[in-house]
């Protein structure tokens, strides 16, 4: 297989240097509860304005009417290789209280997914996040609330067999992970 470790510009944590986004998933593994229950909890301890706390989750797993809800919410590409994930997870942001708007919402939901990302890695799960989806269709799916907004859908799951995916999906897989160099990313350092 591929080595697919980030190559960086200064050191990283291994479990960030490693975790990439796989579209290859293992149509038969269900998911591993543990490491499931782990990366919620994560996410769960994620910082946040004010301790708010704006994120909830729905959690499907392969085979319900959840999992298949989610995934015909799911834009384009992503519906083409999405179902075989073990579970689909939406990351969705509680964006007001009391009528006031809560500004720092889909970024505070944003590090919850992100957090999620990085245990489910370090327990050996795998994760795609998608921004391509309907969101008022998934909102409806889930009849929430209208200050409830979806931000992602993440796919979690065993990795696949890569050399057994479609073509589509290996030139994907093993395409060269490119990020813009800091000189680009850094727009003032004092």
């Known amino acids: 297989m591929l080595d697919r470790t980030a190559s960086t510009a200064a050191p990283i944590l291994d479990v960030l240097a490693d975790r990439r986004s796989t579209r290859v998933f293992d149509a038969d593994a269900t998911i591993d509860e ?5 990366a919620l909890e994560a996410a769960r301890w994620a910082p946040s304005a004010n301790n708010s706390q ?6 499907a797993r392969r085979g ?19 179902g075989a994930a073990s579970a689909l997870v939406v990351f969705a942001a509680v ?7 809560l500004a720092w919402a889909a970024y505070d939901t944003g590090q919850a997914a992100a957090y999620f990302t ?23 799916a889930f009849e929430f609330a209208a200050e409830l907004t979806p931000v992602t859908v993440m796919a979690v799951g065993t990795l696949g067999d890569i050399a057994s995916a479609p073509e589509v999906l290996r030139e ?3 395409a060269p992970r490119v990020r813009l160099p800091l000189t680009e990313l850094i727009a003032a350092d004092a």
């Not at 319900?64 to 519906?79: K, R």
């Open 34 to 38: 543990a490491a499931l229950a782990s």
């Open 54 to 59: 704006p994120w909830r989750f729905v959690v």
């Open 64 to 82: 319900t009417p959840e999992h298949a809800a989610i995934l015909d919410t799911l834009m384009g590409f992503n519906q083409a290789w999405a």
């Open 95 to 101: 964006t007001s209280h009391d009528g006031a708007p």
């Open 118 to 140: 990085v245990q489910a890695h370090a327990a050996g799960l795998h994760t795609h996040q998608m921004g391509g989806f309907d969101r008022d269709a998934l909102a409806a």
């Open 172 to 174: 994907r897989e093993n």
